[in-house]
């Protein structure tokens, strides 16, 4: 397994996807930065700031590895909604080789 890191995502107030691109990943780690005014919220494409998954500003919320070698977490199925200049830092893993 790699660890990729998608960098610090800074929110704008409305709901989009982790990524764009088809990123497929076998664990999904999501951090939301200590200073961050509110909760950032993670779920489907109809998550809102009041709905979904909370992520407490300076807390973190891991989506569950998966074991089968034909499933995957497709980062451009999983949403988010942060606030305006709020932070999400995002870390996935993928299979790779090892060097």
Known sequence: MVLENLGTITGDGSTHPLSTGLEKSKIVGLTADANNGANITIG??????????????????????????YEFWNLKGIFYNAQSGDKLYVVYGTEGNIT
Do not use: R
């Open 44 to 69: 489907g494409a109809g998550v809102t700031s009041s709905t979904g998954v909370p992520i407490v500003p300076g807390q973190g919320y891991f989506l569950p590895s998966i074991s089968d070698p």
